[in-house]
């Protein structure tokens, strides 16, 4: 694999392709996401890691500045823009209750999630799909992105592809972002 990763190295879905940069989910960048599993840009500690690389497929523990007013739901979308595909690998999309402001480690967990969290489709499976990235391909980024929507999503967003929930998403009252990396050397 690590030959592949080698051959794959400049070949990266890009930072434009998240959700964070779709026009219709632009809005204030009011809400300030921390963790204290890792900082900002930071790399995330293995046990965030999928299990074949070693980690747990934990999501890390969040948490964010409140809501504004009129908030109907938050959307989390965890993004790898350094993935060699097309579009940004989805890694977890989650509705979560207006009202929170903080989740624990392994709250994303899709089969046994943490009260106010619902998980949606990811780029495979439910829930928080930790990183894996190709051996040798380099350093990726995970963008966690919080967005406080005017409007819930309709019902029927259970069985959607993450790139249809993203698409339906809006208005976007505020939103915030914390990225950290890991690497498969």
């Known amino acids: 694999m690590a030959l592949l990763g080698k051959l794959l190295k400049n070949r990266r879905a890009g930072e434009a392709g998240l959700a964070w940069h779709a026009p219709h989910l632009a809005g204030p960048e009011t809400l300030t996401v921390t963790s204290p599993d890792f900082g ?13 690389l070693g980690g747990e497929d934990a999501s890390p523990a969040l ?5 504004p007013e009129g908030t109907a739901q938050l959307l989390l979308v965890v993004e790898d823009p350094d993935a060699p595909t097309p ?8 509705l979560l209750e207006p009202g929170l402001t903080s989740l624990d480690r392994g709250a994303l967990d899709g089969e046994r999630p943490a009260t106010g969290v619902r998980p ?10 930790g990183p894996a990235p190709i051996k040798s391909h380099g350093p990726h980024r995970y963008a966690f992105q919080l ?5 819930p999503l309709a019902a ?6 993450p ?19 890991y690497d498969n050397p």
């Open 40 to 52: 900002h840009e930071e790399t995330l500690p293995v046990v965030h890691a999928g299990r074949k």
């Open 63 to 67: 948490a964010w500045t409140a809501a």
């Open 87 to 94: 579009k940004p690998f989805n890694h977890g999309v989650f």
């Open 120 to 129: 949606l489709q990811s780029g495979k499976g439910r829930g928080y799909l």
């Open 147 to 151: 967005f406080a929507l005017g409007e």
């Open 156 to 161: 029927d967003v259970e069985a959607a592809k």
């Open 163 to 181: 790139a249809a929930v993203v698409a339906a998403a809006g208005p976007v009252l505020a939103r915030g972002r914390i990225d950290g990396f």
